[in-house]
């Protein structure tokens, strides 16, 4: 059964994004959507705020490269095996972008906060570390389940983010979009204001009659807009349907040494909608 | 077949794994890009021992279903035993600096170098029982008196809820064990080649040292059997290159 093509593309999203967005990315691992991150580069967004959920790959580092980027908050910033990510690291250098140093359980439990709708979580570790020296929002206490004076411990505030972008396998027809076991999407979502998503495929139906896929979808309440886009987590892996292209990313990881290599990756790659079209 | 810098330290790792000294490991997670880790924790599973393995960054497949946060939710109740941590410099109190060197958060345009970033290890290295530092590069870039910025303590102030911190740290030349009481490390083993002059020349910081260091064990047959066979053949898909280079053993196309 062929579904109807929606009404929205890659592009139609991504031209919804206000600048100065707080942006939701998960990393390489866990179902990005690198297609909508390129087409954030063809509209030419701004001031953008990306969150790495935990951690940030190669879209973030194209994001930046591109000029999209006033900040970046997350636990890490990596292009795996192709080594440090290279816009990243210049745009640090040149003092062009912000970096907002979390750990991995810190971000996981922020978004939790905000998806149980409290203002803060609990975090054991943390305490001694210069990550919190250099979070003033991040807060020490003496466990209040305690004797109230002893046993510090780390309150993370609620964290929302404006917009959050994920690739999933495919949609159906209620909006829901299956992840698969890559949960940490799900908490994502519940914890955003708004989600767009790409897919792979569409699907006829009610993900959530079925009681094997339901386990892996995000329900349609959380998702604002998808569209398809074949191949839209390329070049990083997409569970099992595709795995990291990493030629690709080493392609990238070269060429993106330079400002110059990083602009002749754009044009081949994301500027020039043909080649975009073939590769997607 | 002559022994690979590798094996033996795969092989070092296991030793350390297994030291019933140390608190026990019935469930270790090891993290992305960590072949050699990954290879000691097959070597104590493939030698019998009861162990579950948790591989992160599997090409295929996933030891979690809840996501990537289940690891850190399995270690904040203390159900992993044991971790790997490493850094782009490691100082003398065991502190880790997986951000960057100069001014916060490092690589910034004051100067020095940016790291990818903490990953985990500030909540990780509090939560797991014990920790095995393992850093290939010996010099003392890496090996510093004081780290740039930390972003996990080696230690921690009294009453800061703490499992444990490193048991040892590994490298391509030595095997440190690590005091917390002392928050100090002393030299535990030298690799073949190397002595404790060569180890103190190639380390920025200071750490103690018993009258007689012995060297590090080889690998024994058995081992490198199991190494070069089994534990290759689990790790051909995650880690292609390594074993291409270490057991000269390439993927099937």
Known sequence: MTLRTPEHTPDSLAATVPDGALLALPPDNSLPSVALARALVRRGAKRLRLLGVPVSGFATDLLIGAGCVAEVQTSAVSLGEAGFAPRFSAALKAGTITVRDATCPAIHSMLQATEKGVPFMALRGLIGSDILRNRPDWKVVPNPMGDGVSDPIVLLPALSPDVALIHGVMADEAGNVWVGRRRECATLAHASQRVLATVERLVPGDMLEDERLAPGCISGTYIEAVAVAERGAWPVALLDEYAFDAAHVAEYARLAKTEAGFAEYLDRYVLNQQAQAAAE | ?253
Request: charged share 20%.
């Open chain 2, 1 to 253: 077949m002559t022994i690979k810098l590798e094996e033996r330290l795969a092989a070092t790792l296991a030793r350390l794994i297994l030291d019933p000294a140390a608190p026990p490991a019935r469930h270790i997670a090891v993290g992305a890009a960590s072949p050699i880790p990954a290879a000691a924790c097959w070597l104590v599973k493939k030698q019998g021992h009861p162990v579950r393995l948790s591989l992160l960054h599997k090409r295929s497949g996933n030891p979690f279903s809840e996501g990537s946060r289940e690891l850190f939710d399995l270690t904040g109740q203390g159900r992993i035993d044991l971790f790997f941590l490493g850094g782009g410099q490691i100082d003398g109190q065991a502190n880790l600096n997986l951000v960057g060197t100069g001014q916060w958060p490092g690589g910034s345009p004051q100067g020095g170098v940016r790291f990818p970033g903490s990953f985990g290890s500030a909540f990780m290295y509090f939560m797991t029982p014990r920790t095995i530092l393992f850093r290939e590069e010996h010099s003392a870039r890496v090996l510093v008196p004081k780290v740039d910025n930390i972003s996990a303590p080696g230690v921690s102030e009294p009453g800061v809820f703490r499992r444990g911190t490193a048991q040892a740290l590994v490298t391509g030349k030595c095997v440190f064990s690590f005091s917390p009481e002392r928050a100090r490390f002393s030299l535990a083993s030298v690799h073949p080649g190397e002595t404790v002059e060569s180890i103190r020349a190639a380390t920025g910081f200071d750490f103690d040292v018993a009258d007689d260091v012995p060297h590090t064990p080889d690998p024994t047959e058995a081992e490198l059997a199991l190494l070069r066979g089994p534990i290759c053949d689990e790790m051909l898909e995650t880690y292609p290159e390594f074993c291409a280079r270490v057991f000269d053993r390439k993927l099937a196309a």
